[in-house]
C-alpha cells in the first residue's frame, strides 16, 4: 500500500502544482486536496498531460481547515502524510487580514489536533517563511535556522508564520515519531506565482524607501515544488528531511538591482510617504503592500541556505539572480529604456578608435560630448578621467 | 553575448533599434559576464577586457575614418530612424514631456484614486504608456548622442583627447562605458553581505583614494603582516569624530597588499540605522558588529577590520589622544578564536587631530538621538567650513599577527583566556602608538 498525502492550500498556485507533482510519484496512491474552494487550475481533471506513467488518484474535499471538520477527512482516507501549504500571506479571493490570519492560525491549530489524534499520520510538512527573521537593521546580515531576531515580528503574516511554528515545535514535542519538516521559504518568484511581491515587481514605477537598498533573496516555484516533494517523502540516503530548513536561492540581489534586470524606474520615497502610498495601492488592489513587505523592502533579509544543502541534500537548481531572470523574463517590458541605453553604450565603445592610434586633429573637449547622453553616463566619464 | 556584440560591431547605419524595442527588457545582455564575475582587483583584467572590445573598435574605425565626415553618417542614421517612433508619440508630446520632468508617481495617484481596482490599473498603464514613450525618446536620443560623439571621438576629437587626457584614455573610456552599461542593466553581483565590490573598487575607492594619498598622506607600514589569502581580523584604534580612519584603513590595506584585499569593516549599528548611510556602508561592504556576521565573514575567508572601542574612542577629547579606551567585551578575540584566524593590530596615528574634539554638546546629541555631537575649534563656528578636517600627517602601522590556532576553537568560552588576549592586542596596539608618536616630526608632515 502506497502513501496517502494530505495537502492543504490547493486553490492556490503552489499547492495545485505540487498536487500535480506529488501524484506522479511512484509510491504514492492517493492525494487529497483540501480548500475552501475546488482548486482552479483543474486538479480533477485526468491526468496531467504527458505524464505517460501511472499517476496517483486525486480526491478534492471542500473543507475550511479551521473547522474539524479535516479530521474526518484524515480518518477517512487514512493519510499518513500531511502537507500544510495553506500558511500565506494574502487571502484567498475576497476577505480580510482577519480571515488570513484565522487560517494561518486557526487552521493550523485544528489541523495538528486532528493529526495528533490520528495514529496513520507520520509525515508533516510545514510552509512557512524567512519573514520569521523579520527585517531590521540591528540582526545579523545573515541569517541561520538556529538564529533568534532581537525583536519578533509585531503582526502580519510574518508573526502568524511564528505562531504556526510554534504550534508545530508544541506538535513534534508530542507527537514524536512524526517526522516534522518546517520549511521556510524566501520570497517565491516564478512567472505565475501569485505572491505579493510578485505582485509589487509587476507595478509600473517601484516605490522604493529613501536612503534603503534592501537585498534580497529568492526561490524559484520550481525549486519550492521540488524542495516540498522530497520534504513528503522518505529521506533519500545521506539526508534527513526533517527539522526546520531556510530555502533560497544562492546569492542575493539589491532592489535596485531587481529594478534595473526589470528595466522598471523607481521613485525613492520617505518612510513616512511610502506608508501613505502603500495604502493606496492596497486600497485600489494594484497589489498587497503590507507593512511587513516595507519593512523587508527597507532593511532586506538574506538566509543562510548551507543547512538546506547539506542536510537536506538539496541545492536548488536556479540562484537568486536566474530565479529573478525567469521572473523578468515573464514580466511585462518596463519603462526604462535599458536596452537601448546599454546599446549606446555599446556603440560607443566601439567607436572609440583603438588605443595607441589616434588621428591628429583639434576640437571641443570630450567632457562636453557625453555629459548631454544623461546624468549616469557623464558622471562615470568624469569617474573614468581620475 | 552575441546580441550585444552585435550593437558593437555594427556601424552607424545598421542600428538594431527594432529588436531592441522588441527585446525589451526580456533577457538581461551578458556582455562582460566574465569582467563581471572577477571584478578582480588587479587591473590585468580589466585589460583583458578591453583588448576583447577593441578588436570591433578597431573596424568600426577603420570603416569611418578615411576622409569622409563621419559626424554625417550619424546624422543620416537619425534621419533613417525618425518613423521608428510610436504612433501614439505624435499628439500628446506636451504630456509626455511633463511625465519626463515629474517623478513619475507622483502621476500615479491621479489614475487609481476615482475608481475601483479596473481604474486604478487602466490608470497605471496609462501612466505608464506616457513614460514609456518618454523613455523611448531618452533611449533614442541617448543612442543618438552616442553616435555623434563615438563618431567624434573616432575622428577630429581624439587628437584632443589624447592631449588632455593622456595616452591610454580610450582603454579608461572603454572601461568606464563598459561599467556604465552594468550599471544600467543592473548585470553585477553583491555578496551576501552586500558588498558591491565594482563600485566600491570604482567609485568608492577612487574618491577616498585622493584623500588617502595627497591629503592625508598616510604612510603604511608592516602591509606584509596581512597574508596574501585566508581570513585575518585586523584590530585599530578608533579616533577623529568620524570614522575617517576606517575608510583609510579600507583605501590602505587594497592599494597597498599585493592581493588587492579588500577589508570588511564591522560598523555600529548606529550605521546601519541611518538612511543613505547604512546603503553605503552595506554596499561597501561593512556589515554589522556582532558575533554572527564576523565570524562568518572570517570563515569566508575575508579581511575583517574592527574598531572595539567604538564610539568611546571615536568620541573621545582631544586631551585624551592616543590613549585606548576600554576594548568591550572582547567579542572580537572571542569571534577569531572560533575561526581560528590571525589578529593583527593595527595602529592608526594621525587620526586623532584631524577633529579636534575639545567639546560635546550631549544635550543636543541626546535630542539627535546621536552617541555624541563634536565641538571642535572650527566646527560647528564656522559652518560647513569647520567640518573640513585638518590635513594631518597619517601613518597607519600593521602589527606582527597574533596566532589563534595555537587554541582550539572552544577556547572562545574561557573568559580569562579571552580577556588575556584582548589585552594582549590592546597592549600591542598601544606600544606601537607611543613609539609612532616619539618618531613623528610633526602632526602635519
Redesign the interface.
Known sequence: MGKVVLVTGVARHLGARFVREIRREPDVDLVVGVDVQPSPYGLEQAPPEGSGGRVADYVFARADIRRPAVARIIAEHSVDTVVHLNVTATPLGSGGRGTVKETNVIGTMQLLGACQKAPTVQRLVVKSTTSVYGSAPRDPAVFTEQMQPRALPSGGFAKDACEVEGYVRGFSRRRPDVAVCVLRFANIVGPAADTPLNEYFSLPVLPTVLGYDPRMQFVHEDDAVEVLRLAALEPRRGTTNSGTFNVAGEGVLLLSQCARRLARPTVPLLLPAISWVAGLIRQTRVADFSPEQIRLLTHGRVVDVRHLHETFGYTPVRSTAEAFADFAAAAAAGLLPTERLAAATDRLAGMLPPAGRTPAAAGRTTEGGPAGAGPAESGTWELDLR | MSA?RE????D?KV???ES??T???????S?DREAAAQPDADRSTADRS?AD??V???E??DR??PGTRPPAQGRDARRARGPVRPPAAGPEDDRRAAHRRL???SA??QG?LPG??A???AG??A??EA??GA??R??????R??????????????????R??G???????????????R????????????F?RELTE??FL?LLRPLAEKYFRVEVRGIENIPAEGGVLIVANHSGVVPLDALMTHVAVHDHHPARRHLRMLAA?LV????????LA??AGH??A?N??AQ?LLERGEVVGVWPEGFKGIGKPFSERYKLQRFGRGGFVASALRAQVPIVPCSIVGAEETYPMIGNARTLARLLGLPYVPLTPTFPWLGPLGAVPLPTKWTIQFGEPIATDVHPPEAADDPMLVFDLTDEVRETIQHTLYRLLVQRRSVFF
Open positions: 550585444a550593437y558593437a560591431m555594427g552607424a542600428i538594431p533599434i531592441a524595442r527585446g525589451g527588457a526580456a533577457q538581461p545582455p556582455r578591453t572590445r577593441s570591433p573598435g578597431r568600426g574605425a569611418t575614418r517623478p513619475p508617481l500615479l495617484p487609481p475601483p481596482a481604474a486604478g490599473a497605471a498603464a501612466v505608464g513614460v514609456g523613455a523611448d531618452a533611449g533614442a536620443a541617448a543612442e548622442i552616442a553616435d555623434a560623439v563615438g563618431h567624434a571621438l573616432a575622428g577630429p576629437l581624439g587628437g584632443a583627447a589624447e588632455l587626457l595616452r591610454g584614455w580610450e582603454r579608461r573610456a572603454a572601461n568606464g562605458l563598459a561599467f556604465l552599461r550599471r544600467i542593466t543592473g548585470d553585477y553581483e553583491v555578496d551576501e553581505f552586500g558591491d570604482e567609485v577612487s549599528d546601519f540605522v541611518l538612511p543613505g548611510v547604512n546603503e552595506r554596499k556589515t554589522l556582532c554572527e556576521d562568518r
